[in-house]
């Protein structure tokens, strides 16, 4: 398969949709390491576990659904 290229000084809504992608994983990464400094001072008691899990679930899930699943 060849790879479309647009003209230069427009974009074409393949090239919109990756820079899209690739702004939606660095406002998640942002948002990830804000977290990743903000919780170790949180307590959630007898929670933890559970949030940990659901946590990494989401984390995956918010990554399969970003990145092309193949």
């Given at each position: 398969m060849t790879k479309q290229k647009s003209p230069m000084g427009s974009i074409d809504l393949v090239g919109l949709k990756k820079v899209g992608k690739g702004a939606l994983i660095a406002a998640a990464a942002a948002g990830l390491t804000y977290a990743m400094?903000?919780?170790?001072?949180?307590?959630?008691?007898?929670?933890?576990?559970?949030?940990?899990?659901?946590?990494?679930?989401?984390?995956?899930?918010?990554?399969?659904?970003?990145?092309?699943?193949?």
């Open positions: 400094e903000a919780l170790p001072g949180v307590d959630f008691g007898e929670y933890t576990v559970i949030i940990v899990g659901v946590a990494g679930i989401v984390i995956n899930f918010l990554r399969k659904f970003i990145m092309k699943y193949e």
